[in-house]
Each structure stands twice: as C-alpha cells, then as structure tokens.
C-alpha cells in the first residue's frame, strides 16, 4: 500500500444523507464515508477505503493466530455436498444453506463453516500422535442465506471470517488449544479497540467452559446478554444461574382457602386478592414425552420453555391442551396448586426454594390458598433454572441487580469433541500403537462483522473513528484550498510517508474547506492535521478526531509528533 | 508468519508416489509436496506450504498494482443474476456458470470475472471527469464451471484472480492504462521469475494492441502459440500474418491443360502427377451469407474456418453441400480453379502473391490446368490470413522459421472500450459539461494458475524449485538426526530468523536423514543448509537447490552468507 493516498486520485464519494433503508450505524456511516457499497441483499463491496480497515482486522487475527501456532491455510468455498450429508447439516442447516449444482447435475453447496472439510484435511495429513496437535485457519468466504440480511455488513448473506480448528488426541489437549484461542481471541479483541464481554454460550449443564461467545455491546446487536454493573460477571441470557437458597419452613401460618370466583389466571387472582403477582406461584402445565409435569416458577416471571426443553432433552415438551385434562379430575385448570399433586411430577424454579410461601391454586374449581409453604406442604421434585431473565435479577457472582443489554457476536469459542472425528473416523496412531480418535475444536471470528461492530462501538455524530492500528490512515491531512496550503499539504504528506506514516491528503480542488473538514470527521482518521490560515508561516493545526481536541505546531513540531 | 518453522509443527505431509490421475507436473509435485489437496474436481485446499507461496505470489502482483495507482477492493463472489443478463453474458456464459437461488427463489450466480459490476460500482461512485481514471483491482475467488477441470491448480474450477479494471474519459486515458498495466505485468511476470511471451491476442484486423495476452511455454499448456527462434516475435496462432509479397507475372508458360482422371483431392492429384502438393492451388468454396465464395491456399495447407469467419464476420460461413452445385454449372466439383471463376468472390491466403503458378482445376471434370499464374491467368478479390500457422512457417518479424509451443496463459490484457459502459450508460460530466461515456479495460491474472505455472517451468526430477521471491521459506535447514545436530540446526534457524531470514527447520525425530534430504528437495526451498557429520566442529553444508552445488562452511560463514 502506498504510505501517501491523495483524495484527489482515490476512489471516494462521501454522501450527506443516510442511505434509505439504513437502520444501523455501521451501514449508515460505511456508507455515507465510502467504504462499501450494497451489491445485492446482504452482499456487499468493500471500496477501497473499507478495504484498509478490512485487511487491517485481518491482519491482526492473523498475527495473534500465527502467536499461538496456527498454520494459515486456504479451503474453497464452494463444497461438495458428501461431508455434509455424512456429518447431517447438509439437512439441519435447512434454508440458511446456499444449494447449488454444477453442470453435471452433483450436488454442491456454499461453505457456512468448513468442520466437515477440515476433518477431511487432517485425517489425510496427519496419521500418528506426533502430527498433533494441529491447529489451522483461514481468514475466508463465508455464506448463510440469512433470512432477513440486516444491518450492514453485521449480518450478510456473504461475508469474512477467520475460521480455526483445534486437533488434538487428548482432551487435555483440547482444553490447551481452547485456553490458546481464548486469550489469542482477548489480544485479539483488546487490539481492535472493541468493548467485549465472554459469556458461557450454554447452560451449566453441557459444562460452562465448553463454549464461550465474545459479544461487542451495541444497541444494534442481535443478542440479548446480561451483564452485572458490580462486578465482571456477563452471561447468555440462557446461561444465567439462580442459586437455590431454602430457609426455614417454620413459623409459617396454616395454609388457609380463599374463596376466589373467576380467577383463573395470576392477573385476575392478584387483582381480586390486593396482591402483587410475586406474591403468587404459578404452575404450568406441560407434557414432557406425553406425561403431563407441573412447572412452577413466582407468579411475576414467565417460563423459558427453551431453557426447559434443554433441560429435559431429549424428551420432547409440549404444551397442555383442554383434552389433557379428560379424566384427570386432580388437575383443576387454572387453579392447580403443588400441595396435594400427588400423581404429577414437579420442577420448580430455584426461586420456589424450601421455606418459601405461596398464594396458590387450591385444586378446586374458583379456589386459592395462601400460606402454602414449599417443603412444609408439597415438595419440588426437581429444580431448574426455567425463568426468563429479567433486568434487576441478582447477578449470580456479586447478587447485584444484572442489567439486561443487546451485544453483537463477534467470536465464538468452542469444544466440539469427537462429533466429526466420529463421523468421519479420524484417528492417529497413539502413542501405544492403538488408534485414538481425534478431540477437536471449533473457533471463528467474523472479520467483517468486527469492521461493523467497531463502527457500532466507536462512531459518533460527526462519522466514523477509528482507532490507529484499524483506521485506513494514521493522519489525514486537508489543505483548505488555497496554492500555498496545498503545497503544505502535500509536502507534509511526503515527509510522514517517507517515516512509515500512513497519510490520506486531501489536495481536491474545487472542494470548499467545509467539505474537506466534514469529509475528514466522516472518515474518522484518529488524527487530522489541517494546512489553512497560517499554512504561509509553516503552522499547521493538529486535531484529534476523537476527543476533538486542537493545537497549532510549527510544521517541524508536527512531523516529530506524528512520526514519534 | 513467524520467520522460523519447524517441520515438527507443520501440517505437511510428504508423499513418495504421483497422485494416480494426475498428469501434470503441478498437479503430482505440489500434492506429493504437500502444498495443496484436492476438495472436489478442480476445487482445491491449499495447505500451509501451499498458502505461503499462493500468498507470495498475491503480494508481487499486489505491489505492482499499487505501484501504478490501482486501488484495491473487494467484491462479492456470489452476484445477482440482473447485471449479468443487461449485458447478455448471463446467456453467453452458458454451462461455464454456476447459477443457483437464493431462499426468495431470486436468480444468482458465482462471479467469473466482474465487469459488470464494477461498472456499476464506478458508475456511483465517480460522476466527473475529474473522478478519472480509476484503475481498480481486486485479488479474489473466481468460479468456471469448466467441462474437464484438469492439471492440478492450473484450470480449477474456483480459483483465485487478479481482476483489475481501468475507467477513463478518453481513449487516450484507456491507452495509458492499458500501457500501466503491460508494464506492470512485465514486472510482476519477471519478480515471479515466469518465462513469458506476449502475444496479440487478435488478428491484426481488431487492432493488435487492443488485447495481448502473457503466456508462460510449458508442455502443459492448454494454448498453442508461435515463437521465433531468432527474435522475440511471438504470438497466437490465430494472429500469425503472412506478408503478401507480389512478384513479377512475366516469364511463366502458357497455361496447360492436364488430363487428371479421378482426382478430386490434393493427394490423389499430387500423386498423378508427381508433384508435390505445395504445387497446388487448392480451391475450398464457402457459402458467407448464402452466397458461394472461393478461398485459395496452397495444396498443403489448411484452411483455418475461425480466422475466415472472424474475418468475414458478422457474416455467416458455413461448408457447401451438394445442393449448391445445383445449377451452377460454372462450378465443377472437385476441379475449381479461380480462372474463369467470374461469378464467384476469390479470396486467397497472402502465399497466392501475384507473380505466383499453380496447378489447378481445370473447371472440368477430370482436368486440372498448370502454369496457372495469379495476377496473369486469375485476380484476387481479397488477401485474407486464412491458413492454419505451421511450424516453420516464415516468422513475419525476421523471416525465421517459427516454432510452435505450448504455453499457458498466465495474463490478459484487454481494451474492452465502451462496451460495459454502454450496457449501465455509465456517463461522467465532461470538462465542457456535457456526458462523456467512460471507456474501459480489463485485466487479469492468474493468481493460483501463475503458481502451477511457476511450479510446470521451474520443477526438477528431485521436486519443486521457487525462486526467492516465492519460496514458502529462504533457508530449509536439516538437522541429520543427531541431538547435536538438532541443536545446532535450531540454533542457526533462530539466528537466521532473529535477523529476518525466513527459516523452514527440519526437526523431526525419528525420520531418517534420507528421507529428511529427499522431503527438503520435493519442498523446494532455494536454499538446503545441512546440520551433519561436522556439526561438533561448527561446520555445515550449504546446497543450491536449483545447481545442486554444494559447499561446508563454518557456521558463521554460513550465516554470514544467508543474511548477507
């Protein structure tokens, strides 16, 4: 790359107005700076200022990449459909999979992920123990026919990603090659200039260090995270954990019924009776694998049927219908209380903790019942975390209330195991003599995606602004227009470039200074160097884009500043 | 990359034997070398060696297209179907494209190359004379869906491009881009250390600047070419011309008729009477349009039907059948010569000079007629280059005999004009403000297919064999298998690497110095340093991998050498 790039002879064409249909910052400003442009939905060019900040990413994944031992490598994207047939996404990944087939009429598809390919790659490369571990990537061509391609370049249907893939013969292998990626990713990360969060991607119970995501709060993510303002706690929504904390079940009073006509559900009963629907256990009714189950969570909180179904996996969860309720005259709808459900098995939410007492359904039609106390008048056969998570829950590390914020996904760690070595029947030759099937890992980070979270995180009113190892140029210096202030311009220009300086000039002729200032805020250069009033006595004035601080120096001054 | 490698850390694996279905020396070499791997017919991996050198290649061409001002962009691979039919090459591509749908059922295809769109990008991008010239490239992934993808990495069916595109307001504008770009091309061509030719890639009639075409001899090439043994003339076969050289009519003998029973062709003829066919003067009839035209060329050679139709072009040529002969009793089968041929057109190849005698027919059946002299005895309506080149012909520089090689085309030029920008009226304000119509270039290489070519001009019977530039390493450095010698060879990769020398070391235990040598030959680094029998005294080998000259020499001396 050039070290000087003059405006006059790049390729840029800066716009006022947001594009139409932008909703989000990164598309808004990508484009109105120049930096890429829409082909089709989800599709986009990266013009050549965009391009700069594009390979400047990618270089930094691939030197912390390189740091850990990775072996850069090249996969096509166009793939035949036999290994992912064989490993069952050629069918799970349903319509987000590009289909296509050659002129032959076989089958192919555009590459989403490459686990398949990879697998392949090393079974035929490496044969015994001393050929592990192995750890390979590429920086590549991603396709997903997202649904509703949104946001930029956030989430297209083509796009970049650095793909890695751990090889090892041993868990503890694995666990190495993931602990590796997990501090490259942070390096990574913290390079960039991006704000992130790791959360467990799962619950518990698949084990919480088999996967991790990295998430970029911003306002335009699509993931829903909780983060604790007291302390480094963060999570998936999915992933937060509520500690089960019984108390005492004495000295409750007697469970007393109450006369509650019409109230079958928590609304009408917390109205009719003057109390908050906290005060009140709700008890929903499911089918796990046929049986019908009882799940009661705080009448105030809502069930995360998919936190259950994950729990209960395999077994299927279903909602109850009116037919489930033909000839079991125990359960009473819409007034079913765990006291006295002898035949239905109970889950309940850890907040439903022994000592806790409950307004609840009485199990008789237009009946409820207060003072019913969990482990004094019915017992929880199971507890699990079923509750949606709520802005102000307790953060499971400190207790303070968790604030719930929207993120986007920029990395993702994670421990696949044996799935496509299984598959595929990759082993090595052990270090007896017998086969040991390979453990692997799975890694990515969308490149492109970070270029459009950093916007997300570091734009302002005025455009884009970058930090110095990303940005397309370290200064971008703008003669005001006048002979005098061009030749400034441009001779500074030569000298920082002769020093490793990466200089963008702005020597256009025929653009008014107001122009070339706001230009240079949309671009968003960390430093602008500005050749006007003073340019005849050799003083230029500094700005820094960010902070919007300004300084007149002697030209000399300057150049020592910048090259420093 | 990190400047030192060991071979014990490497995904590389080495193979003794040729792949069975591989025919060219790329294709076995940078398999068994274990550069590349094959995904799918003409779908390839690239393995960490192969991505080294693949990337070598990428930033020669890189810097020389910064170096005339190109700037870089990306564009999607995966395109809408709309731009392609505007220009009709949605059509004309035929089976050679992948098409497929997206989820919404909307028509895509993978990009070939991109004329259209970047059309499109620069018409939104620039708007005004003063926007231009624009020369914009992009190293990318490209798809063909060729019918017999073959000869390793040379024809894939993804491979990865340098496509770059000029836009100017003038001819003269396209000139001098066009003019960058074959400078450029020289440069990139000779750092890669390719042996090249360029030829015209069209007759003269198109105008032999218009398009040329870089072509790199080899046995493997799919292109057959001319090249002079004497002078740097070279060019396609297609381009070849024969200068028409007139002689005197004077001194020739009647012409004479010859009874020639049964001989309706050149050889039977030719046998008759003795003569040799180059005596001959062979009369092929066309239909051009319907009408019937004559095409003379001497008895010997062929006529090339591609270089008459395009020169007739756009009118058709099509072969007479014998239903044209009906009626036309001035055309006797089989005994055509172009004397007395008045109602029909004569075209003649340049070797029919005037001054020139045949033997011809007779327009007779069974009679043939000597001593028939053109400009004497028949005119010529039109000289047109129509023979199929062959080798020895006269090389239209120097006089020499021609030769004709096999190359493979590693870089085209092309002045494309106003064709692209007529289809998306891509307009710019010219200085008097009124619209002007951009005219274009565009030009491409080869990147995967310039490292196959490097590997079918530079390969050896021991392996691969990169010049500096392009080596995945300078230094390849074997450790004979002794710990001493182990020692030193990481201690002398760690110095060479300390000062920026790029260092493959093989470390491996358990394998045998033999196979450690012949693995070092196969991978092809320029230089072998050998850690051996006088590793205890400090003292080593160095080998030349293309010489294969070698010299011991104290391990300071060495590097002293490798640094220098």
Redesign the interface.
């Known amino acids: ?2 070290q000087v790039q003059r405006m ?6 800066t716009l006022r107005d947001d594009p139409a249909d932008a909703e989000t910052l990164n598309h808004k400003l990508l484009v109105r700076a ?1 930096y890429v ?1 829409r ?2 939905a989800g ?6 200022l ?3 900040v ?1 390979e400047n990413v990618a270089r930094v994944v691939r030197e912390e990449m ?1 740091a850990i ?1 990775g ?10 459909k036999e290994p992912y047939e064989a490993s069952g996404r050629y069918e799970e990944y349903g ?1 987000l999979l ?3 087939k ?2 032959k009429g076989s089958d ?1 598809l ?1 590459g989403p992920t490459h686990e398949e ?1 990879f697998t ?3 079974k ?4 015994s123990y ?2 592990l571990p ?1 750890i ?1 990537y590429q920086i590549q ?1 991603k ?1 997903r ?1 997202e ?1 509703r391609p949104r946001a930029g370049v956030l989430r297209g ?2 796009f970049q990603m650095k793909d890695s893939y751990s090889f090892d013969a041993s868990d503890e292998g694995l666990a190495e090659a993931y602990a590796l990626h997990r501090a490259a990713y942070q390096r990574i990360f913290e390079r960039l200039g991006l704000d992130y969060r790791i959360v467990s991607a799962v619950s518990g119970a698949m084990g919480g260090s088999a996967s991790e995501e990295f998430l970029a709060p911003a306002p335009a993510g699509e993931d829903t995270f909780v983060d604790c303002p007291e302390c480094d706690y963060a999570a998936n929504t999915e992933a937060v954990t509520f500690a089960l904390k019984p108390v005492s079940t004495d000295g409750h009073a007697a469970v007393e019924e109450l006369d509650t006509p019409d109230t079958p559900t928590i609304e009408t009963l917390a109205e009719h009776l003057g109390v908050p629907a906290s005060a009140t256990l709700k008890n929903l009714l499911v089918k796990v694998d046929g049986e019908i189950v009882a799940v009661g969570v705080p009448g105030d909180r809502e069930v995360d049927l998919g936190k259950l179904g994950e729990h209960l996996a395999p077994a299927e969860v279903e909602l109850v219908t009116a037919e489930d309720f033909v000839g079991r005259d125990d359960l009473v709808r819409g007034y079913v209380g765990p006291q006295g459900l002898e035949k239905v098995r109970y889950i309940a939410d850890p907040r439903v903790a022994p000592g806790t007492s409950w307004i609840t359904g009485a199990n008789k039609a237009d009946k409820h019942a207060r003072n019913v106390v969990c482990g004094r008048d019915f017992e929880v056969d199971d507890y699990v975390d079923v509750v949606v998570v709520e802005a102000g829950d307790p953060c499971p590390a400190c207790g303070a209330g968790l604030k719930l914020d929207r993120a986007i996904e920029i990395g993702h760690i994670f421990q696949l195991g044996r799935k496509y070595a299984d598959t595929f029947q990759l082993d090595v030759l052990g270090q007896n003599g017998k086969p040991v099937r390979v453990t692997m890992g799975s890694y990515g980070i969308g490149v492109s995606r970070a270029v459009a979270a950093l916007v997300e995180q570091t734009a302002d009113e005025q455009g884009l602004c970058w930090s110095k190892e990303i940005a397309p140029a370290d200064v971008h210096i703008v003669a005001a227009g006048k002979a005098v202030q061009t030749e400034l311009a441009l001779d500074v220009a030569e000298q920082l470039g002769a020093a490793g300086v990466r200089v963008l000039v702005d020597d256009r ?2 653009v008014s200074p107001g122009v070339k200032f706001t230009d240079a805020e949309l671009i968003g250069v960390p430093t602008i160097l500005v050749a006007g009033r003073r340019s005849a006595d050799g003083v230029v004035e500094l700005k820094d884009r960010r902070s919007g601080e300004r300084e007149e120096l002697s030209v000399a001054d300057a150049i020592a500043r910048l090259t420093a």
């Not at 006059?8 to 064409?13: G, I, N, T």
């Not at 072996?71 to 035949?80: F, T, Y």
Request: with cysteine.
């Open positions: 790359m050039a006059s002879r790049l390729m840029v064409k120049g442009r082909t089709a599709i986009w060019t990266w013009l050549p965009g391009k700069k594009y390189d031992g072996q850069e490598v090249l996969l096509p994207a166009l793939l035949p319509d590009f289909r296509l050659d002129r192919y555009l390919i392949q790659v090393v035929d490369q490496c044969s001393k050929d192995v390979l061509t396709y026919d649904a249907r083509e002729a025929g």
